[in-house]
């Protein structure tokens, strides 16, 4: 099955006219490294060790060094104190939590308006380079991590900080020297009726940036229910006065 999503997502990228590129920022399998706030002893999850590790540090007697230091105030509201244990100490159990608020989160406050869009040759606006960073096969969070984190939606990335703000979590691929002449469009959703989606072309017309999209209904059930998953660089300086996005959407079917 994957193969021939894969094959969907190619041909439909060639008939838009995209150009293909190998993801400068990806490894073999096309997942980016990150360290994920509240992993404080760096063991790839966030646990009871941690808790008692984030105690210590606050008592005076810890052990956090490098970049989960800059991430010991949990819940970002500017202050390290025993709030942050209480936090983390809610989203290990898997309950409702506060991770690093960012009040600086205006590109999520981008209008989106959506569209069914017919490919007869009808497109709008200039079509502009993107590569794809990141695909549903390959994501870099678990459905329960990211309806644990709220973490839906669309979001127009523009700096490291809008980045750790949405992912909970910290990439050296993704730092400010990226983010001087990058952006990334990141689309996270866990929906159940179609089984996978991507995006053929994105295009600018004024201040929109027009993005062609596509769904595909398998009618097959794969559990993980996650389709939106998908993370694509732009050129920061083709997107900095963006103040809509528009989606042109090709319903398919398998």
């Excluded at 992993?39 to 540090?57: E, K, P």
């Excluded at 993704?174 to 053929?200: C, H, P, Q, S």
């Excluded at 993980?224 to 997107?239: P, T, V, W």
Aim: charged share 25%.
């Amino acid at each position: 099955m994957k193969k021939s999503k894969i094959l969907v997502s190619t041909a439909l990228a060639l008939c838009m006219g995209a150009t293909a590129v190998t993801p400068a920022f990806a490894a073999e399998n096309q997942k980016f490294t990150y360290t994920k706030i509240g992993d404080y002893n760096a063991d790839g999850v966030a646990s009871v060790s941690d808790i008692t590790a984030l105690q210590l540090q606050l008592g005076g007697n810890g052990t956090i060094s490098g970049t989960a230091l800059e991430h010991i105030d949990f819940d970002g509201d500017g202050a390290f104190n025993v709030n942050d244990i209480t936090e983390l100490q809610k989203m290990v159990a898997g309950t409702e939590y506060t991770c690093y608020q960012k009040t600086d989160s205006s590109y999520k406050n981008i209008p989106m308006r959506y569209y069914v869009y017919d490919y007869n040759g009808n497109s709008k606006g200039d079509i502009i380079e993107y590569e794809t960073i990141d695909t549903p096969e390959n994501y870099i969070m678990t459905v329960d991590e990211m309806r644990r984190n709220s973490v839906k939606g669309i979001s127009l990335i523009t700096s490291k900080e809008q980045f750790v703000d949405l992912f909970k979590a910290e990439s050296p691929e993704f730092d400010d020297e990226f983010f001087k002449d990058n952006a990334l469009f990141v689309m996270l959703t866990a929906r159940d009726w179609y089984d996978y989606t991507g995006i053929n072309a994105f295009a600018l017309d004024g201040n929109k940036l027009i993005v062609y999209d596509y769904e595909v209904e398998t009618f097959m059930e794969y559990g993980e229910k996650c389709c939106r998953n998908n993370i694509y660089r732009l050129n920061k300086a083709d997107i900095e006065n963006i103040t809509e996005i528009n989606f042109y959407t090709e319903y398919l079917a398998q």
